[in-house]
């Protein structure tokens, strides 16, 4: 069974752009959440979704935000680029939502000057 | 709102020492997973455990919910498990989703 990709891998963006990444879960996981890690912050819940449906949010503004599609794909947005979210961003796929086992993707790292 | 402490946060062993990571959480519950991060940033999770202990060949990991504190344990430690070990909380659906803690860099020396 193949594992949790991330598109892309890597991403450069200038201030003020907005960018797009994308999640594909583990073939039947319904349950995708997207965490951000930096070397000041560490890992840090962006937001969980469960049957396209946003379940829980993490303390980010609102310009980071997300979708998840029929087939359980999500993405997430990141509008008005700003220095400080230059982050590897990772999404993980579970079976269920909540405390499950968490699958994590590869990682998208966005550089953002 | 749930903190979670680990320590050490840096941690240099020699081949086949005996390690133990520790981490502390603040608030109740459902669950405690524990990741390994290797360099380039892939992360595996190890265990996730809500009572007692689990064993996956070297590893143990087991967990105290009346004291809030889990532990890693890695036996005959080997160069190949030099990585970040990072413990992270779920509170059962709640609106924080996971907790992490820093991590614990481990470098095992031959």
């Known amino acids: 069974k193949a594992g949790v990709t991330q598109t892309p891998r890597y991403l450069i963006k200038t201030r003020g752009q907005q960018v797009t990444l994308s999640c594909s879960p583990i073939s039947g996981h319904r349950s995708v959440s997207w965490y951000q890690q930096t070397p000041g912050q560490g890992l840090q819940f962006l937001f969980e979704y469960f049957s396209e449906t946003q379940r829980n949010k993490g303390n980010f503004p609102g310009r980071f935000s997300g979708r998840q599609f029929s087939n359980s794909r999500s993405e997430m947005n990141v509008s008005t680029l700003e220095l400080g979210d230059s982050a590897l961003y990772l999404c993980?796929?579970?079976?269920?939502?909540?405390?499950?086992?968490?699958?994590f993707g590869p990682g998208t790292r966005l550089t953002v000057l | 709102k749930n903190e979670v402490e680990q320590s050490p946060q840096n941690l240099t062993a020699q081949e086949g020492e005996f390690i133990t990571i520790n981490c502390s959480y603040s608030v109740g519950i459902s669950a405690l997973h524990w990741l390994q991060q290797h360099p380039g940033g892939g992360i595996v999770s190890l265990f996730m455990l809500s009572s007692g202990k689990k064993k996956h060949g070297r590893l143990i990991a087991t967990i105290n919910i009346q004291e809030k504190h889990s532990s890693l344990h890695i036996t005959a430690s080997h160069p190949r498990d030099s990585a970040v070990y990072i413990c992270a909380a779920a509170t059962g659906g709640g609106a924080d989703g996971l907790t992490f803690g820093k991590g614990t860099h481990l470098i095992i020396q031959p």
């Open positions: 993980a796929s579970s079976l269920v939502r909540g405390g499950d086992t968490q699958y």
